[in-house]
């Protein structure tokens, strides 16, 4: 549906483009069917013709020799002193080479086998219900930046990041080898190259992050607050707690760690708001934040505070002066 989507947004041939992927107007049979074919066909097509030309690339041009530090590459010479290194020490390809990818793909092969027929795919889960109505869906781990990178960009770029980044990176990579083929090639001597692969890493790392937590959407599993956190068993802090729970104030606000990151973090509201002001901002709601004031009894209001009030810090001596001094 995603990659649907996305393809729609090409210009011109977008909405082509999203009929073929779908194989119709929305996901059904022949979806699956066109998937299957591409991925068991086409995709394996498209690798082995790569995997050709890589090879054919290798026997024309011969294989890069492990770089050395201080020995940069000059395009001119570089052709006679690889042969001359090839005569002196050089061992053909094939078969020499040859034999150990030959091993390590048999390896490869057979582990994968091995995997199949010993563990397997995972289990289905269980049929869809469509009663459920927070599906709170999210893509593997591998998407998972993906999905936060969507999730937290603003909508007026969109397209651009799905359908102009992917073509803009990929020609990128595909021109760096022509116009980037002299001087060194050791890493030690090549600080931007380390740098983009660690910022990307580090770039990656965090957008995972973010989508692990998506914190753009309320958290629907949040489970009712443990008494550690409350701190009362019985009382109006104690029932203020529970409907922090029952009343979904839990699924976007984090109490001591635990439930959602969709709004502020409270645990320690009530240092910074008075008790009006909490009332006034419960009540009234804010930016994505719902109004409460017809859905809450007064009463209610008043354990909610409670419990947020219950979690004040007692001040330490300096934030006393200074208070004293306001
Ligand atoms: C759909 C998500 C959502 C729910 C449900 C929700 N809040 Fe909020 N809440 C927010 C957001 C977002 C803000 C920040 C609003 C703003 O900045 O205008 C906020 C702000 C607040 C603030 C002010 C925080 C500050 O730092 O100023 C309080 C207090 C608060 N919420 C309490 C509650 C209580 C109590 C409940 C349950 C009765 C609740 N919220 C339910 C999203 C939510």
């Not at 530090?69 to 390809?93: H, I, M, Q, W």
């Not at 910022?199 to 009712?224: C, D, H, K, R, T």
């Not at 029952?246 to 910074?272: E, M, S, V, W």
Request: aromatic fraction near 8%; glycine fraction near 8%; include cysteine.
């Amino acid at each position: 549906m995603v990659a649907a989507e996305q393809a729609g947004r090409v210009p011109l041939v977008g909405d082509w483009l999203a009929r073929f992927i779908l194989g119709g107007n929305t996901i059904g049979g022949a979806t699956l069917s066109r998937f299957f074919a591409i991925h068991v066909f086409v995709l394996p097509g498209i690798m082995f013709g790569f995997i050709g030309l890589h090879l054919w690339l290798v026997l024309r041009h011969g294989i890069s020799e492990p770089p050395t530090a201080g020995k940069p590459v000059n395009p001119e010479t570089y052709r006679k002193e690889y042969d001359e290194l090839l005569k002196k020490s050089g061992r053909p390809f094939w078969p020499d080479l040859a034999w150990r990818d030959v091993i390590v793909c048999t390896g490869l092969i057979l582990t994968i086998a091995l995997l199949a027929h010993f563990i397997g795919p995972p289990a289905l889960d269980k049929p869809p219900d469509p009663s459920v109505l927070v599906a709170d869906p999210r893509p593997d781990w591998y998407l998972l930046w993906y999905f936060a990178l969507l999730a937290l960009i603003p909508v007026r770029i969109e397209g651009y990041v799905m359908i102009l980044m992917p073509v803009l990176l990929g020609m990128l990579l595909l021109i760096i080898p022509v116009l980037n083929h002299k001087g060194e090639r050791a890493a030690s001597r090549r600080p931007w190259a380390i740098a983009v692969v660690c910022l990307s890493v580090i770039m990656i790392g965090s957008l995972w992050i973010e989508g692990q937590q998506s914190p753009w959407s309320p958290n629907f599993q949040a489970l009712p607050l443990s008494e550690k956190v409350v701190g009362a068993t019985s009382g109006p802090v104690f029932q203020g707690a529970q409907l922090f729970h029952d009343k979904a104030c839990l699924n976007c606000h984090l109490i001591q760690g635990h439930g959602g990151r969709r709004g502020p973090d409270l645990t320690h509201i009530a240092d910074k708001l008075t008790h009006d002001n909490m009332v006034i901002r419960i009540v009234n709601g804010g930016n994505n934040m719902p109004a409460f004031g017809s859905s809450l009894k007064p009463q209610e209001l008043d354990a909610l505070v409670a419990f947020l009030e219950s979690r004040k810090r007692p001040l330490r001596p300096q934030d006393q002066s200074s208070t004293a001094r306001n």
